[in-house]
């Protein structure tokens, strides 16, 4: 299983960003995927998930209204669009996968971690 995220970059406050994040070496569909941030000193926060085979959607309170998280079936591909982007939305950003969650914004309940992308807004 291998995630690769794109996207980040320096934005200015109220501002919009999409991260995407390239999925291979397992059936995409079949897994349940989520974004996870994290900024210096701060602890990991689960920011969106998706289920895949429902599209069930979940959000941490801090981005709902602002954060849209959806699927490319057919590109293998995650995508997070993030608008009013704020100072706080700063950090590094993550896309994670599992077979299955029972807590979607969990970090605990997720196998596989790309890399990370950074957003910085100011």
């Known amino acids: 299983v291998q995630l690769v995220e794109s996207g980040g970059g320096s934005v200015q406050i109220g501002g919009s960003l999409t991260l995407s994040c390239a999925a291979s070496?397992?059936?995409?569909?079949?897994?349940?995927m989520s974004w996870f941030r994290q900024a210096p000193g701060k602890e990991r926060e689960g920011v969106a998930a998706?289920?895949?085979?429902?599209?069930?959607?979940y959000y941490g309170d801090s981005v709902k209204g602002r954060f849209t998280i959806s699927q490319d079936n057919a590109k293998n591909t995650l995508y997070l669009q993030m608008n009013s982007l704020a100072p706080e939305d700063t950090a590094m950003y993550y896309c994670?996968?599992?077979?299955?969650?029972?807590?979607?914004?969990?970090?605990?309940?997720?196998?596989?971690w790309g890399q990370g992308t950074q957003v910085t807004v100011s």
């Open positions: 994670a996968a599992a077979p299955r969650c029972l807590a979607p914004l969990m970090g605990y309940e997720y196998n596989y």
């Open positions: 998706i289920y895949l085979r429902s599209g069930s959607t």
């Open positions: 070496g397992y059936t995409f569909s079949d897994y349940d």
